[in-house]
């Protein structure tokens, strides 16, 4: 019990830590806050691919929806922040339901193209509404907020360091919360249910109900990311929902690597981070990303985080005389 | 909508299916051999057209980039085959990754060799123009291409289905093991079919640039499309991926004039119900 | 710690009519049986006499074309697999099949996770902290003798000790109904007897629904035998009168001639 809480909160901490130091290395509060929101949407990719094994390119469908849902409410009606962000995740584990249902319907390659097939039929669907969502435009001139309780403003967001204290403050309880979730009761049976489904079934575990659940949870933090990402534009580009997105997300999930949560952030931070500095230096710079890509796939298969865990069980070595 | 106009549009949609056809049918057939999810096959269309772009620049000559650049692609995906096959036994979230990466860093390599910005290909001088058949008037290269696809897709049909090569592309899809047990060479079949696979996307490529035009994100755009096929079609299917393709084609075209979101939200709300439906697709084998 | 039966009435297993055509072929013609109280009831037969697509039957691997089958008085006939285990209804596989990557403790510690009505909300305590279904787990390792191997993981053990775990599993419920498909196919001598003396003892606290080739270790422990022959029951009785009867008899020589 002693053993489990700790690394709960051992990962807290970590993500803590790693959110105080960040701001010290980037050049602006801004780039930080980018990280933060994309180690929370890769951190939903994380718990369908790492603990059950499912590769879903329809995470821009919930990173999108919060966007839009923070977006629309802010714009539109003037909503708070917190309720706009409780909205936008909400509205995104709906969708999940829905999504996750019927993704959970086949397995395999056929899953993935399924979650591919939904992705981009909401990626046209917003493209469609543009009374909506603003079409190709997007929503502009998003309106941030601050923070308030029963009519008392608490504090103001307005300054991107009152931001980035929000984000991280969030960022650490998701994955805080997370990390509960995966190592509770729930969280084995999904490992189960990776070994091997038929048995899960045989002992008497409805597993596509295991499975939806799982989807909820990580369409859940995903849409809260998207809806801290609308307010960190304060924009709403279509971009959020497109294939690309997803393939982000994707991306940063299995750079980091899925053998632990923390991979989330490492992977968001390298793609964010490396982004922005080679951009600068060179516009072709994807042309490395897609090299690093190839590499991970082909020799760092448990990603940025086993290179971690390779280097602390290094430094324990070294250690010990 | 006048008669002509629907006429028009149809036309354009097999021309434009049949080009479908010829990128989905290589995305198959490796799949449904190797098991491979190429995320990068699209990148194959788009080498082929900025190969017919930059020979037609240089030499003046369609025909010299519509029998080069297929080849060039072939045989380069020939010789590189041994080397993607590393990824075959991998998990498919690191194929996913792996083919991710090959496919951003020939798209950033194409842009970084001629410009990010679209470029028009001419259409070989003798199919500039248009063809009368009484009230109805159609581009003559649009129909050359009509006509040359359905005559690969005849050559191809005949390699598939009457050829030893094609009965044994056949058993594999079924099962490689299988295929190994009969003491074929699968090192030998798994290159092959790599190599005819980019060879026909890239001619697809090479066809659609005077139609189209030529941009470094092409790419991305076929491979969505060519996935859609190849799960309405089935895995494997000859006939599933024309029919498949024929189809997007003539529906994407019609419903253009319309509704362009439409059409594109109707192709994907088709290819989530034959999934759900229909998992081997409409033609695939059960 | 005490794990009640659900309150039920009625026989542990009622199968009332089965019957099952494949593509025109009937496997099963009409099989009826009542099992109305604890111990081993074996079910033999010829190969292609129906052991199997029975066995299946009962445990929701395929659907019967006609007929019914009732645990502890429950019709689970269109139950999913899923359920039915929660219904009374446990089985171990023919083939082995367990969370091979996972170790024995994880493996049974799941299977009795299952059956805790708290399984699917429990999104907040750790894994290893609901005392109930530790101790649980612990008794089944004990009974079935994997407590020194609990700590490997699963698809590291022997063949026989694999059989075992799947056992192990399959008690987790308590069930009332304990489908076993040829249990020590594959065994070696040692691991029989083992297993041989696990199957009577199961047998005193639930009714085990046995399918064996092994003609001597099901005279040894059967309460009552049941031999199958082209889809149909041909004979059900004690052990002595099974052995003796001439028309079984005949039914074996007549399939292996």
């Given at each position: 019990m002693a053993r489990f809480k700790s690394s709960a909160w051992g990962l807290a901490v970590a993500i803590a830590l790693v959110a105080l130091v960040l701001p010290l290395m980037l050049p602006s509060y801004a780039l930080a806050t980018e990280c933060l929101i994309f180690a929370m949407a890769a951190l939903g990719c994380n718990l369908l691919l790492g603990r059950l094994g499912l590769l879903s390119f329809g995470q821009a469908i919930f990173f999108g929806a919060g966007a839009y849902c923070v977006g629309i409410l802010s714009l539109r009606f003037g909503t708070g922040i917190v309720a706009g962000l409780l909205a936008a995740t909400a509205v995104s584990a709906l969708l999940a339901v829905a999504i996750g249902w019927l993704a959970t319907q086949r397995t395999g390659v056929y899953l993935i193209m399924l979650t591919l097939a939904l992705s981009q039929m909401f990626f046209f669907l917003c493209y469609a509404a543009p009374d909506v969502t603003g079409g190709d435009n997007g929503l502009m001139n998003i309106p941030r907020p601050n923070l308030a309780f029963g009519g008392h403003e608490l504090l103001s967001l307005a300054s991107p360091f009152a931001f980035y204290v929000f984000v991280a403050t969030i960022c650490t309880v998701a994955f805080y919360l997370m990390a509960r979730l995966i190592a509770s009761p729930f969280g084995a049976t999904l490992e189960a249910i990776r070994d091997n489904e038929d048995r899960a079934v045989a002992i008497g575990y409805d597993t596509r109900l295991y499975k939806v659940i799982a989807f909820v949870a990580a369409g859940a933090v995903t849409g809260l990311a998207g809806g801290l990402y609308a307010l960190a534009l304060k924009f709403v580009p279509l971009a959020n929902v497109d294939l690309a997105m997803s393939e982000r997300i994707i991306v940063m999930t299995i750079l980091g690597g899925t053998n632990a949560l923390f991979g989330s952030m490492l992977g968001s931070i390298a793609v964010v981070v490396l982004s922005y500095v080679l951009s600068d230096i060179w516009a072709r710079w994807q042309i490395i990303l897609g090299a690093l890509l190839v590499a991970v796939a082909l020799y760092?298969?448990?990603?940025l985080a086993s290179l971690l865990d390779k280097a602390v069980a290094r430094a324990n070595e070294g250690a010990r005389p | 909508m006048s008669v002509n106009l629907l006429l028009t549009q149809i036309v354009n949609g097999l021309g434009i299916g049949m080009i479908y056809f010829m990128i989905a049918i290589g995305l198959s057939i490796i799949f449904g051999i190797m098991h491979f999810i190429n995320i990068a096959h699209g990148a194959f269309y788009l080498v082929g057209a900025y190969l017919c772009y930059a020979l037609v620049s240089a030499t003046g000559n369609f025909w010299l980039a519509l029998a080069l650049a297929p080849l060039a692609v072939g045989v380069v995906a020939w010789l590189a085959e041994p080397g993607v096959r590393r990824l075959y036994d991998l998990p498919a979230s690191l194929q996913i990754l792996a083919t991710l990466g090959l496919a951003l860093v020939i798209q950033e390599a194409v842009i970084l060799i001629f410009d990010p910005l679209g470029k028009n290909v001419a259409a070989p001088a003798g199919l500039r123009g248009a063809a009368f058949f009484g009230s109805f008037v159609y581009p003559k290269y649009r129909l050359f291409v009509i006509v040359f696809t359905a005559a690969v897709a005849a050559v191809l049909w005949f390699l598939l289905e009457r050829t030893r090569y094609g009965a044994v592309l056949r058993a594999g899809t079924e099962s490689m093991q299988t295929v190994e047990l009969l003491g074929i060479d699968i090192s030998r079949i798994f290159s092959l079919t790599f190599a005819v696979g980019a060879a026909l996307t890239a001619l697809s490529g090479v066809l659609a640039a005077p139609i189209r035009g030529v941009e470094p994100f092409m790419g991305v755009e076929a491979l969505s499309i060519a996935f859609v096929i190849v799960v309405i079609g089935g895995i494997g299917s000859f006939t599933g991926a024309l029919a498949g393709g024929l189809l997007i084609g003539v529906v994407q075209s019609v419903m253009t004039t319309f509704w362009a979101a439409g059409a594109n939200i109707m192709i994907y709300v088709a290819m989530a119900l034959i999934i759900l439906v229909r998992p081997h697709g409409l033609l695939g084998r059960a | 710690m005490t794990h009640s039966l659900p309150a039920t009435q009625g026989p542990p297993l009622a199968v009332s009519g089965i019957e099952k055509r494949f593509d025109g072929f009937q496997a099963l013609k009409g099989v009826s049986f009542t099992i109305e109280d604890r111990g081993v009831y074996a079910f033999i037969g010829p190969n292609g006499a129906g052991k199997t697509t029975l066995f299946n039957c009962i445990a929701g691997r395929i659907r019967p074309s006609a007929g019914e089958v009732r645990v502890a008085g429950r019709d689970i006939t269109r139950l999913p697999s899923h359920r039915r285990v929660h219904a009374g209804l446990a089985r171990s596989f023919q083939i082995t099949n367990l969370f091979a990557s996972l170790s024995v403790h994880e493996n049974v510690r799941l299977a009795v996770q299952a059956h805790s009505p708290r399984r699917v909300v429990n999104m907040w305590r750790g894994r290893d902290t609901l005392t109930d279904v530790g101790a649980r787990t612990d008794t089944l390792l004990a009974r079935l003798m994997l407590t020194d191997k609990q700590a490997i993981p699963a698809g590291l053990l022997s063949h026989g000790e694999q059989r075992r775990l799947e056992i192990a599993m399959a008690l987790a419920g308590d069930p009332r109904v304990l489908l076993l498909d040829e249990p020590t196919s594959g065994m070696g001598i040692d691991d029989i007897d083992i297993m041989t003396g696990l199957i009577a003892e199961f047998g005193k606290s639930m009714a085990v629904v046995l399918i064996e080739h092994n003609v001597r270790l099901v005279m040894k422990i059967s309460r009552s035998i049941t031999v199958l022959h082209r889809g149909a029951i041909l004979r059900s009785g004690l052990p002595e009168a099974i052995a003796a009867d001439p028309q079984v008899r005949a039914a074996y020589l007549g399939a292996a001639a």
């Open positions: 760092l298969r448990g990603g | - | -």
